[in-house]
């Protein structure tokens, strides 16, 4: 009995000796801290904030930059207006597949491959008259300039070249992607060459401006004209873009006359971005000008539809 309240004694003045060292290493440290923090310049209240949580999910949700070694490639469906073997215009007389694909050599130039088939057309236009389904190819570069002295300061402007090449069928190098798909004749050699020309008038629109040279070799005589195309572009957000489309091209000799093949066209787009996949969704006229003896007679002749899902790495 007395041995065991001898233990009890000497536990219980351990445990006050632990109890008392501790609070004193406690004040000890305690002490130091307030010391230290003296000694330390005042941090000042937005650097003592954590950073939001939004800002690391504002960084996660922008926009990858496409760069060197990325693709994409995809198929464009175009449903224009066109004629019949009888000359009277539907929709879905011609049916166009552009199949297309564009790898960045650099980050800032890139190769782009066109393939234009006329999966749907008439089996004879006239006699003697027999559209072709294999349109050609083409081959172009697309190279964005570094900034110059005279590129415009007040808004963001990219300005950059285009060179293209490939075989054609005869006459098949003046038309748009909002013409139907007429393929006649041999395949002739082709080359253009233009500007790239991209304006950032404010964070959700763009302006894009693409004028350009085309040649390509004849039976008779060799083809030349211009085209210029152009896009308003509204972003709506990150994965949707509303754009109004403007084209001017001539037809051979850089004629502007509906008569001789001069066209403008005017259209709108969608382009939805679901995860990897690109899909574009567009329609308009694919010219206001019109002559009975030129490409379309009437407006209503030119209405075109033209779809597009693209793949993007």
């Known amino acids: 009995m007395g041995m065991r309240r001898a233990v009890l004694a000497i536990c219980g003045v351990v445990c006050l000796s632990l109890v008392t060292a501790s609070a004193a290493f406690a004040q000890q440290a305690e002490d130091k801290e307030e010391k230290d923090s003296a000694a330390r310049p005042p941090i000042a ?3 003592a904030k954590p950073p939001p949580a939004q800002t690391v999910e504002a960084k996660d949700k922008k ?23 009888t000359g009277k215009f539907k929709t879905f007389n011609w049916v ?4 297309k694909g564009r790898y960045f050599l650099l980050d800032s130039v ?14 004879m ?9 294999f349109g050609g190819f083409t081959v172009r570069l697309d190279a964005m300039l570094p900034k110059m002295p005279f590129n415009p300061t007040k808004y963001d402007t990219k300005v ?33 060459a233009g500007l790239l020309m991209k304006v950032k008038l404010s964070s959700a629109v763009d302006f894009s401006l693409v004028p350009a040279f085309v040649w390509q070799s004849g039976r008779m005589e060799n083809l030349q004209a211009v085209q210029i195309p152009t896009s308003l572009i509204l972003a ?14 001539t037809g051979d000799d850089f004629s502007f006359r509906a008569k001789n093949g001069g066209r403008i066209a005017l259209g709108g787009a969608l382009d939805v971005k679901i995860g990897r996949i690109i899909v574009h969704g567009g329609a308009g ?6 002559s009975s003896t030129g490409a379309y007679p009437t407006i209503g002749d030119s209405f075109y539809i033209d779809l597009n899902v693209k793949f993007a790495k």
Request: hydrophobic share 45%; proline share 9%; glycine share 12%.
């Open 236 to 249: 709506i957000g990150s994965l949707v873009k509303v754009s109004a489309d403007l084209g001017i091209y």
């Open 110 to 123: 890139t190769a782009n491959l066109n393939i234009p088939l006329a999966v749907v057309k008439p089996s």
């Open 285 to 290: 006229a694919a010219s206001l000008l019109t």
């Open 63 to 85: 926009p990858k930059v496409p760069k060197r070694g990325d693709f994409d490639a995809g198929g464009q469906v175009r449903l224009p207006n066109g004629p019949d073997a």
């Open 96 to 99: 166009a597949v552009d199949v």
């Open 45 to 47: 209240a937005d650097e």
């Open 125 to 133: 236009l006239a006699p003697g008259v027999e559209p072709k389904l």
């Open 160 to 192: 950059g070249v285009l060179l293209g090449g490939g075989f054609l069928r005869e006459g098949a190098a003046l038309l748009s992607e909002k013409d139907y798909p007429l393929f006649l004749g041999d395949l002739k050699p082709m080359f253009d």
